[in-house]
């Protein structure tokens, strides 16, 4: 198998697995079934994905120019690499706000869903309202972005989320807004993502294709792409098991 039908595989697997369209949480909040208490509930716990992206991308920076294996091996194998170091930069200057095709902060864009839910922003992260589950997404989430190599990095974070952000997110601002009665703004978050992971989900395929260069490589992006598939799923149970099964009690 060629790298690129590699890939294609690879990102069937993702398409099947996820859990933005997939989950049973989310089947409900497509379906218009959840109210408006359970939203509030899930968007309170959501906020650690948006807390997390600026400190994934400035990770993935810091880690352009190291691929794999130790430090040493890895520099060593690779050189410093000018467009690699360029695309991932633009990410962060994405997310900060800063690039033509993303001219607003991301982090401040969420505020406008919490505020039309009603939750004051200084509720926002506070220990007492994340769920354990939270807890470790966020934990586990920023330290990737911290301590994976680069080949990890684009297969667990960019592979995984920014193909199906762009099928899964529009769906989800149409229900926000059909639903449960949010407006274009309340769902900007939302709606950028699935505009800019266009240009990110490009970027971390052909990243991933000059990357994966080893049947060991192949091994490694199948294995972070669970880890990665693995974030949403432990985010939305823990939300489904407080707010709608009651399992876990707030
Ligand atoms: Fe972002």
């Known amino acids: 198998?060629?790298?690129?039908?590699?890939?294609?595989?690879?990102?069937?697997?993702?398409?099947?697995?996820?859990?933005?369209?997939?989950?049973?949480?989310?089947?409900?909040?497509?379906?218009?079934?959840?109210?408006r208490e359970q939203v509030?509930?899930?968007?309170?716990q959501f906020w650690v994905i948006p807390h997390t992206h600026l400190i994934n991308n400035a990770g993935k920076l810091a880690h352009a120019q190291l691929w794999r294996g130790g430090f040493l091996q890895q520099l060593m194998e690779s050189p410093y690499d000018r467009d690699m170091t360029a695309k991932l930069g633009e990410a962060v200057l994405d997310e900060m706000g800063k690039t033509e095709i993303s001219p607003?902060?991301?982090y401040d864009c969420y505020f406008f869903l919490t505020d039309a839910l009603g939750i004051p922003m200084a509720e926002m992260g506070r220990p007492e309202?994340?769920?354990?589950?939270?807890?470790?997404?966020?934990?586990?989430?920023?330290?990737s972005a911290l301590e994976f190599s680069l080949l990890e990095l684009i297969a667990s974070h960019n592979f995984v989320n920014d193909h199906t952000n762009t099928i899964a997110y529009p769906r989800l601002c149409e229900a926000l807004m059909g639903h449960y009665g949010l407006s274009r703004k309340a769902v900007?978050?939302?709606?950028?993502?699935?505009?800019?992971?266009?240009?990110?989900?490009?970027m971390s395929r052909s990243v991933l294709a000059q990357l994966v260069q080893t049947e060991e490589d192949r091994r490694v992006v199948r294995y972070a792409v669970k880890f990665g598939l693995g974030i949403k799923w432990a985010l939305f149970d823990g939300v489904m098991n407080a707010y709608v099964n009651k399992s876990y009690p707030i």
């Open 1 to 35: 198998m060629d790298t690129e039908a590699f890939l294609d595989s690879v990102s069937e697997e993702i398409h099947q697995h996820n859990a933005m369209m997939l989950h049973a949480l989310m089947k409900l909040m497509f379906d218009g079934e959840l109210s």
């Open 40 to 44: 509030a509930g899930w968007a309170r």
């Open 104 to 106: 607003q902060s991301h």
């Open 129 to 143: 309202d994340l769920l354990p589950n939270s807890l470790l997404v966020m934990h586990a989430w920023t330290k």
């Open 188 to 202: 900007t978050w939302f709606d950028l993502h699935g505009e800019v992971d266009k240009a990110h989900g490009a």
